[in-house]
Structures are given as structure tokens and as C-alpha cells.
């Protein structure tokens, strides 16, 4: 059996940027990861000692959210990281990390990196 973990569009402030005044005033970020694992024992056991918590996976993120990074490249990176050193037991491994609203000359929804195994 294969099983899969996804924590959808986690909201942060934080204050991650290349130019100066985004380490001042912040922005609002998502983050999204997905993961496999097999965590099929507590399928049956209904314990959340067989499973990977995801209450302990959002603070995790949560974490790595308040150090500043200069880009998201390295920020999603230092998540990716995270996650795949305290949850050995995962298989496969996806995180989003967006900016909303980027400093850009126009209008931007959002800046998305995406790291993957």
C-alpha cells in the first residue's frame, strides 16, 4: 500500500528577499509539501505514534520559515532538507515555497520554486 502526505497552502510572514526593505516590511508566503511514506501500519492501528505527525511537519516548516533566506531556492531547500532529516522514513518528497505579490515592475500573483526527488 502506498501513502501519501499533503499539507496544503500553509500561510507565513516572514521577511525572506534579495532587496533590503523585504527584510523590513515582510511578505506573505505558502507553502505546500507532499510526501510519501509508508505509514500503512497505522492504517490499521489508528496510532499516531505509526505515522508521521503532520502537526510535527508544520512546525517544522514553521521553523525554517522564521530564518530569513535571501531566495526561495534556498529556503525550500533548507525545508527539504529538514523534512528528509527528521523523517527518514520518507519515500518521495514535494515542497512549494511562494512569495505572494513579489516586489516586480506589475502585478504577480506569486513567485513558486518547487523541489522534488
Known sequence: MKTKIELHNMHFYAYHGVMAHEKVVGNEFEVSIALEADISTSCASDDVND???????????KTE????????????GRIFRRLSEEY??????????SKMHPPVKGEMEKAEIIIHT
Open 51 to 61: 505515522t508521521i505527525n503532520y502537526a510535527g511537519l508544520f512546525d517544522l516548516v
Open 88 to 97: 527518514p522514513q520518507i519515500s518521495s518528497l514535494e515542497v512549494r515555497v
Open 65 to 76: 520559515m522564521q530564518t530569513p533566506s535571501r531566495l526561495l531556492e534556498h529556503l525550500a
